[in-house]
């Protein structure tokens, strides 16, 4: 079902930073989204970013422009 969300754009509530430094945070649908280009984001924010791959057990986004 995470593959059906690929190349969507969606909000995503930052929670803070993945083991390899990227951005993470939770979709409306409550998955984990692991995104790339965000710069400083703080968790409690809300970023826009577009769906890149779906993986099993989560996502990876980038921010949308």
Known sequence: SNRALEGREL???VEGADRE???RGRTPCNR???VTGTGDARPGEYL???ITH???N???AE???
């Open 54 to 56: 779906g993986l099993p």
């Open 32 to 34: 984990i989204a692991h």
């Open 21 to 23: 430094g990227r951005t």
């Open 63 to 65: 921010a949308a422009a």
């Open 48 to 50: 826009r970013v577009r």
């Open 11 to 13: 909000e995503v509530l």
């Open 58 to 60: 989560s996502l990876r």
